[in-house]
């Protein structure tokens, strides 16, 4: 197979718009920019076809619109898993930047008239979440991206990182039709690939009709982990309530513009588990909606019929920009919503944070860096970010990170020959053939084990399940056979899967205690235990290649609250 | 089985093949037409759709997103 080598000073690994901001940064300091992507970052990543929200502050006057009162919900919703001083640099701090770089690339946030369109949901304060129309918003971000010199590798999948002399200097990666071979070298990495999906079975049986992109299948963080980074709040489960049958996102948009959960005896239900009701935490309109299931008391609606027109229409559009096809299911489903109840139901599970401002992932610090040398993590791959405010702020933060740590660490250390060789050996040795199991076949075992033992439940005992169930699942690695190299592709997906899965499963049985409801909810330790869990749980490489946890607290600056 | 092409409107400009973010969809290299490879693994985006500049590309949901069911897998 040809192999083609690349140099720069920064490489980026997912042209998401995390990735992207990261590299049009770097590139306006005169840095050289690779970007490999799995697909073509015209459309890539979770906002390949679109978004309608991006969470701001906007000192306007009222309090809630503050840094403070930013910094002040983030604690409180996210006690044990977001790091403050880390939030303040990355996403505070950017914040304007962020706000600029949309108007700059032609998509702006505000109306025509200047004004913001802004909703409230999920315990926030005020109404931080700025509707726009993000239809374009890929495509604009990779016109400037591409006017800005950087190199751009398309459906190009990342294999996995090089690291000499314990920096890491570079990548390598296979083309997802062609096979053809890439080995990257560069001063400073920056990874940006998303959350995990696909991860968890699919209530309809369609592997790939998720809520965030499946092709965000934890790419990032397998590869930080395998190279040596740590990973942190990686055990959390993320769950949504989307409408029955379709994993569309949208429940930010129904929420916030006033929809109401009924269950199937036509009760509001979403008092009796929050005081806040509709404006409850995400994970808690999600246990509801399972409680009222498992109740019988379902099907679950949503409601919007109450919304006077101008609200509808509103929302009918927020919808559509969120998830381009949302028009044609309710059409297709012959629903209208100024008139019908549309059926919800829980989404499947992926990795992520507790909720819209703390993420899961690469563990990082205040400038991006993970915590090997080289690695720098944006987005939602990372331990600190989630949704697409940070998505933006910290690709904008990175890419300032990792050119200052380029400029100032020199030249990156050779790539050695041989860990390309035996990366390169691992990736194409399901393509020799004779193995009688479809990765499909491995993604759906994979996916059931995962779903039995960290679902919404869990205990020591499924853990301990899943671990012996995953042990032998490796064993049939070896029989896995790829056809062409867009299957490849889809196994090398599921290598990062698995990778993944056993974090998740290390860390999830490591933290004994639950937090954050159906985040991490124990049966065998059913109560948040704050004196001893009050933190995060960093997974890293052990000397086996297995994933060892440690416990590092978290000191806040007031304790009350919570989430 | 989404997308769907209409083959009468289509050019056969090969855009859509570039915008889906999933690699579902391909020029075939003998009759130059695009074509759905990969059913399966369509995430209904939209991207296709948005980008083609004939509008010869609908949406069509499969029967399990229809007509639900098991929506408690746990």
């Known amino acids: ?563 | 089985m989404p997308p769907m092409i209409d083959r009468e409107i289509c050019n056969a400009c090969g855009i859509c093949e570039d915008s889906c973010p999933l690699d579902v969809i391909y020029m075939d290299s003998a009759t130059q037409d695009p074509v759905i490879r990969y059913p399966d693994e369509c995430w209904h985006c939209g991207s296709c759709r948005q980008d083609c500049p004939l509008g010869a590309i609908r949406i069509v949901f499969p029967l399990q997103m229809m007509v639900p069911a098991g929506i408690l897998p746990y």
């Open chain 1, 1 to 563: 197979m040809q192999e083609h080598s690349f140099n720069a000073d920064m490489l980026i690994v997912g042209g998401g718009v995390a990735g992207l901001n990261a590299a049009l940064s770097a590139a306006e300091k005169g840095a050289s920019v690779i970007i490999m992507d799995k697909a073509v970052i015209e459309r890539s990543g979770h906002t390949a076809g679109g978004i309608d929200h991006f969470g701001a502050f906007l000192n306007t006057g009222p309090e809630w619109d503050t840094r403070d009162a930013y910094l002040t919900y983030t604690v409180n919703s996210s006690r044990g898993a977001t790091r403050p001083e880390v939030v303040e640099r990355v996403y505070c701090d950017n914040l304007e930047r962020a706000i600029v770089r949309f108007e700059k690339i032609g998509v702006p946030l505000h109306r025509p008239d200047g004004s913001y369109y802004r909703t409230r949901s999920y315990g926030q304060p005020g109404p931080w979440w700025i509707n726009f129309n993000g239809k374009r918003l890929k495509p604009s971000l990779a016109a400037a991206v591409r006017k800005a010199g950087c190199t751009v590798l398309d459906r190009v999948v990342t294999a996995d990182l090089l690291v000499t002399d314990g920096r890491v200097c570079g990548a390598v990666g296979f083309h997802i039709r062609s096979g053809e071979f890439y080995v990257v070298s560069a001063k400073a990495v920056t990874v940006a690939t998303g959350g995990t999906n696909r991860l968890f079975t699919n209530p309809t049986g369609l592997s790939f009709n998720t809520w965030m992109c499946p092709a965000n299948t934890g790419d990032g963080e397998a590869i930080s982990f395998r190279a040596g980074a740590a990973l942190a709040n990686i055990e959390f489960l993320r769950m949504t309530v989307v409408p029955s049958g379709f994993a569309a996102p949208g429940l930010n948009a129904l929420v916030g513009m006033g929809a109401k959960l009924i269950n199937g005896l036509g009760e509001e239900f979403m008092s009796r588990y929050h005081p806040e009701g509709m404006n409850s935490p995400r994970y808690k309109l999600v246990e509801a909606v399972i409680t009222e299931l498992k109740a019988r008391r379902g099907p679950v609606y949503m409601d919007c019929r109450h919304l006077d027109s101008e609200a509808l229409n509103h929302l009918v559009t927020t919808l559509s920009y969120d998830k381009d096809t949302f028009g044609d299911f309710l059409a297709q489903k012959g629903i209208d919503l100024r008139n019908d109840l549309l059926e919800v139901a829980p989404s499947e599970g992926m990795q992520g944070g507790p909720n819209e401002v703390c993420g899961s992932g690469i563990r990082i610090d205040e400038n991006c860096a993970a915590t090997l040398p080289g690695l720098f993590a944006a987005g939602n791959c990372s331990d600190q970010n989630r949704s697409l405010h940070m998505a933006v702020t910290s690709g904008i933060h990175a890419g300032v990170g990792a050119i200052a740590f380029a400029e100032n660490n020199g030249a990156a250390p050779r790539p050695s020959r041989t860990q390309v060789t035996d990366i390169r050996d691992r990736i194409f040795a399901v393509m020799k053939g004779g193995g009688q199991t479809s990765w499909k076949a491995f993604e759906d075992s994979l996916q059931r084990i995962i779903t039995e033992s960290l679902g919404p439940t869990r205990s020591a005992w499924s853990f301990k399940l899943a671990s012996e169930r995953l042990d032998r699942l490796a064993g049939w690695i070896d029989t896995v056979s790829c056809p062409t190299f867009h299957d490849l592709c889809r196994f090398q997906e599921l290598y990062n899967i698995m990778t993944v899965a056993r974090c998740m499963l290390a860390a999830a049985s490591y933290r004994t205690e639950s937090r954050f409801d159906l985040c991490h909810n124990r049966t065998d330790f059913p109560n948040q235990d704050d004196e001893n869990w009050l933190g995060q749980v960093n997974v890293r490489k052990g000397d086996d290649g297995g994933p060892e946890c440690r416990f590092v607290s978290v000191t806040y600056p007031e304790q009350e609250g919570g989430a």
